[in-house]
Each structure stands twice: as structure tokens, then as C-alpha cells.
């Protein structure tokens, strides 16, 4: 059965959909920023999109990413500390395309070119408070348990207005 994701960024939580009922429920962390659209503005973007593609399969948990690809690192306090001002992409990569043309496709608002994930983080940062630079950012039990469950082309929602959310229940 086809799955479907939607983000309430009140909640900070991202509903996993089968038919038409939340079958999970997922603590997340969007930007701190707010939501967005625009190159640079280090806001999570809005809108329909989807997965185009799933980075890290049997990797394991916290292995460490930069520009999509695994350092052979895995995360550690102690490797934070070698690196404070990393923006850690941890675990697995659900990497996201916009789906709506001149809104959050092509141009200055393309969220596949902004990089925009769904993502592994340190555990020991807070879940249900905005603190990304865009992505969405999860447990790492929590996004390998996702990575699992969804495939490239699964549909994923950012409500466009404050407020607005279960745009799939």
C-alpha cells in the first residue's frame, strides 16, 4: 500500500499515512527560521513534494554524511567536539523534490537544490522544536524506521499556512 507523509509544523511532527489513517508518528525538528521557499533562507519549504531519493541503506546508525555521502565516521560526542560547528546529516538521507513549479520547484525556490532532507541528527539534540538550517531533522531510530517504510516517489506535505496540517487524514 502506497504510503503518504505530512508534516505538522505546530506539533513539529511528521504523520506517516497508509490509506487514510496515521499509522506513525514521528517527534521531528524543522528550520529554525521558519517555513520558506528561497535559496538561503535556511527555512524548511512548503508544499507538496516527494522523495527522489534514499541515501545510507544498511548503514548503520549515526554514520556520519557530508555532500550525501557516508565518511566512514561514525557519530560520537567526542567526534562533535572535533567538529562544533557541523551541521550533523546522520543515519539515512530521504532527500526532497518539489512537486509545485515557481513554488517550490525551479528557479530560486528548488528544494532538491536547496538539499532538502529528511534526516538522521544527534540524539542528543531536542526533537519538537524548530533548530534545522531547512531540513527536517529526526531521531536516528526514527528516520532508519522510516527509511524502511517508504520508497523514491512517496508523497510528502509542508502545510503552506500556519495552522494548516492532516492535509492526508
Keep these: ?30 528550520a529554525v527560521n521558519g517555513l520558506g521557499e528561497t535559496f538561503g533562507s535556511e527555512k524548511t519549504p512548503r508544499g507538496l513534494h516527494q522523495i527522489r531519493a534514499m541515501i545510507g541503506a544498511g548503514k548503520p546508525l549515526n554514520t556520519v554524511f557530508l555532500g550525501r555521502r557516508p565518511t566512514g565516521e561514525i557519530y560520537t560526542p567526542q567526534l562533535a567536539a572535533q567538529f562544533p560547528n557541523r551541521d550533523w546529516v546522520l543515519t539515512r538521507i530521504l532527500w526532497l523534490s518539489g512537486l509545485e513549479p515557481g513554488f517550490n520547484r525551479h528557479n530560486q525556490v528548488d528544494s532538491m537544490r536547496r538539499y532538502i532532507y529528511i534526516h538522521g541528527t544527534p540524539d542528543s539534540e531536542p526533537m519538537g522544536i524548530p533548530r534545522s538550517h ?11 524506521d522510516l527509511f524502511e517504510r517508504v520508497k523514491p516517489g512517496t508523497r510528502f506535505y509542508i502545510p503552506k499556512q500556519e495552522g494548516e496540517h492532516d492535509v492526508f487524514g
Excluded: P, W
Design 1 to 30: 500500500m502506497e504510503h503518504l507523509l505530512n508534516l505538522n509544523v505546530n506539533k513539529q511532527t511528521l504523520g506517516l499515512y497508509e490509506a487514510d489513517h496515521c499509522i506513525k508518528e514521528y517527534s521531528v525538528s524543522t
Design 134 to 144: 531547512g531540513c527536517v531533522r529526526m531521531r536516528n531510530d526514527d528516520v532508519a
